[in-house]
């Protein structure tokens, strides 16, 4: 773990210098100069109280790089079509994924076998009319409407407009959800 690094970059970027922390977490210059180079390795109540004093939460510390926030530009998002369906993936990878699908008039998924995977998902409809159907619920969706489900039950969406239905889908999931559709 490289929680001095972190520290010094938080401090830095608060334009903190050393010896107003020094003064404002109680710790000596030289402690917290050995944090920041990560020659030591400081007890959780030190980080509490470092946390407290550059105000960030203690958890954000702790967090490896990859949990770190990720970003996706628009001009790098993966795409994909499937069957006239437009795929545009605005998450990169991890448990949380979202996505924005764009159907033609009487396009479905899960009509003609059903569809299934482990995790949960919400739906908002962004433009379009769509048929939202799981075991005995059904729906008609328009443009503003959401609807979630768990996603192990099988579940069709089949766009009934007259026009292309786009849906912002967000899907929750432990399983490797590349692929998904």
Known sequence: ??????????????KITIA?????????KGFISNIENNNTSPSINTLNNIAEFLKVPLPYLLLEKKQHMRVVRKNERRTSSLNHL??????????????????????AIGEEEPHAHEGEEVHLVLEGRVLAEQGEDSIIAEQGDSFSWNASVPHMVKNIGDTKSVILIAIHSDTNLDDLL
Do not use: A, H, W
């Not at 107003?20 to 000596?28: D, P």
């Not at 437009?86 to 396009?107: A, C, D, H, Q, W």
């Open 1 to 14: 773990m490289d929680i001095g690094t972190k520290i010094r970059n938080i401090r830095k970027r608060k």
């Open 20 to 28: 107003q922390m020094c003064e404002g977490t109680g710790l000596s």
């Open 86 to 107: 437009n795929i545009e993936y605005i998450t990169s990878k991890g448990p949380l994924r979202m996505m924005i699908v764009e159907s033609p008039p009487g396009f």
